[in-house]
């Protein structure tokens, strides 16, 4: 079993940062693809952000590009999500996400893929 922890969310005003951080304890002797999604009030959680196992594979939604980056530290069992320019609209739960996987370089995009979800963090994007 896999548990993940996550942290850093809360309230900023558009176009300020916050960084988001996953910690993974458990199974962390098996690679994992790591996610990160959100979820807005009376909407479906959606993709944000995939980072491989290897880290050099990554993507990221369309909304987010250019002001989201994706990180993680295998050594530290913990991916972050690092957020710039923020806007109102970027207001959500976040998730982080996580999945078994039999090579480094394998990322997935579609929640359904994650076996395994954090509790989520709120974040809170003022105008």
């Known amino acids: 079993q896999v548990q993940l922890a996550e942290s850093g969310g809360g309230l900023v005003q558009a176009g300020g940062s916050l960084r988001l951080s996953c910690a993974a304890s458990?199974?962390?002797?098996?690679?994992?693809?790591m996610g990160w999604f959100r979820q807005a009030p009376g909407k479906e959680r959606e993709f944000v952000a995939a980072?491989?196992?290897?880290?050099?594979?990554?993507n990221y939604a369309d909304s987010v590009k250019g002001r989201f980056t994706i990180s993680r530290d295998n050594a530290k069992n913990t991916v972050y999500l690092q957020m710039n320019s923020l806007k109102p609209e970027d207001t959500a739960v976040y998730y982080c996400?996580?999945?078994?996987?039999?090579?480094?370089?394998?990322?997935?995009?579609?929640?359904?893929?994650?076996?395994?979800w954090g509790q989520g963090t709120q974040v809170t994007v003022s105008s």
């Open positions: 996400a996580a999945r078994e996987v039999g090579i480094s370089s394998t990322y997935y995009t579609s929640k359904g893929s994650y076996d395994y």
């Open positions: 458990g199974r962390t002797f098996s690679a994992y693809a």
């Open positions: 980072i491989s196992w290897s880290g050099g594979r990554i």
